[in-house]
Each structure stands twice: as structure tokens, then as C-alpha cells.
């Protein structure tokens, strides 16, 4: 099982950036799927799931109606649209699905 993140960086307050986590070694459809974050000195925290067919979602109140979770099961992928990106947003990423983890991608809002 591997869950690969990609798409992190740096954006200036305000930018948008989006995440992908790509998933293999298990049929990814069948299960949810999340995006966790970890700021420095914070605990981790879920910041968006999805289920297994997309239909439902939650994310955390901080980020609702700037971040957009979706997913495409016929490329076992999940991504994580962010809009109007903030400092406090700043973290290292996860993607998380079945108990695996991914590796993380930086995400660094700053001017």
C-alpha cells in the first residue's frame, strides 16, 4: 500500500494551491479518504474526508468554503483544492486512507 502526496509549495497569502494524493497496492474506491495537516508544535488534524464513492464529505470549520476535497476512483486518486489560503494554514499535508499514510507535502503560505 502507498499513498503518495504531491502539489505542495509556496503561495502567498490569498493563492491557491492543489493537492493530489495518489493511492496504490489497494483498491482505493472502496474505502474514505482524508487529508490531514500538521502545523509545527500542533497535534495533526483532519482537515477534509471523502467517501468511498465522493458523495459525502466534511472538512474542519477552518477551512470550509475555501477547501474543496474530491476524489477519481478510476485513477485512485484524491485531491484537496485550497483557495484564499491563509498563514495559519501552513503545514505538512498527509493523505490518509485504511490506516496507511502518506509521507506528506509542505504546504507554506507566507508573503
Known amino acids: 500500500v502507498q499513498l503518495v502526496e504531491s502539489g505542495g509549495g509556496l503561495v502567498q497569502p490569498g493563492g491557491s494551491l492543489r493537492l493530489t494524493c495518489a493511492a496504490s497496492?489497494?483498491?482505493?474506491?472502496?474505502?474514505?479518504m482524508s487529508w490531514y495537516r500538521q502545523a509545527p508544535g500542533k497535534e495533526r488534524e483532519l482537515v477534509a474526508a471523502?467517501?468511498?464513492?465522493?458523495?459525502?464529505?466534511n472538512y474542519v470549520n477552518s477551512v470550509k468554503g475555501r477547501f474543496t476535497i474530491s476524489r477519481d476512483n478510476a485513477k485512485n486518486t484524491v485531491y484537496l483544492e485550497m483557495n484564499s489560503l491563509r498563514p495559519e494554514d501552513t503545514a505538512v499535508y498527509y493523505c490518509?486512507?485504511?490506516?496507511?499514510w502518506g509521507q506528506g507535502t509542505q504546504v507554506t503560505v507566507s508573503s
Open positions: 497496492g489497494f483498491t482505493a474506491s472502496h474505502y474514505a
Open positions: 490518509q486512507s485504511v490506516g496507511y
Open positions: 471523502i467517501s468511498s464513492r465522493g458523495g459525502r464529505t
